[in-house]
């Protein structure tokens, strides 16, 4: 599907220079002199790479709808995630760097979306949310509890977040996925 280069997103998969790209940021400039444009940074969707690139209003670019199929987690070995198709059971094996900082909170057992492009996987997302368990946390420091000071603490996965005083080792907490914050208190 063809769109105006200012009709651009975040989020946006387009194809570009013969790869496919996603719209992290944009910015619509309008310069008092000439036309506006729509100034994008783009993230390569196969390598990574990233590249800011300005469209006029005048060029067309080509939108790409990815397809979305629900997966499930079985395993890590070495750098390589393995995910099992829900519908067919047919097994997937990605780069852990696919999923970014993300990756450190993958549970068993855990229900994924991937995006695919003509059959290949491009992308895994994980729930925004997720249960984790605190291993140590720093003790509170007297006289701070009266201010909404937070303190540094580690999970179960070996990531290290800020969470409010009163939360100890021990607490399950539940996690923002892609902020890498604390949410509340688990149930």
């Known amino acids: 599907m063809k769109i105006s280069g200012v009709d651009i997103r975040p989020g946006n998969i387009i194809e570009y220079e013969g790869g496919l790209w996603r719209a992290v940021k944009i910015q619509h400039t309008q310069p008092g002199k000439g ?6 940074e783009l993230k390569n969707l196969v390598d990574g790479r990233k590249t800011n690139v ?3 209003s005048s060029e067309t670019v080509e939108r790409v709808r990815l397809d979305t199929k629900d997966f499930q987690f079985l395993y890590a070995e070495g750098d390589m995630l393995t995910f099992m198709d829900k519908e067919t059971y047919e ?4 780069p852990q760097d696919l999923l970014g900082d993300a990756a450190a909170f993958l549970q068993d057992g855990m229900d994924v979306v991937m995006e ?3 059959e290949k996987p491009l992308s895994v997302q994980l729930p925004d949310q997720v249960e984790a368990m605190i291993v140590e946390a720093d003790a509170v420091v007297k006289g701070q509890t009266a201010s909404s000071s937070y303190k540094p603490a580690v999970l179960d996965n070996g990531v ?5 005083p009163h939360i100890a080792s021990g607490t399950r907490i539940v996690v923002d996925v892609y902020e890498q914050t604390y949410v509340r208190r688990a149930d």
Request: aromatic share 10%; hydrophobic share 50%; proline share 5%.
């Open 91 to 94: 097994q997937v094996s990605l």
């Open 54 to 56: 300005r469209f006029r």
């Open 160 to 164: 290290r977040i800020m969470v409010p």
């Open 116 to 118: 695919l492009h003509e």
């Open 35 to 40: 036309g506006a444009y729509m100034q994008v």
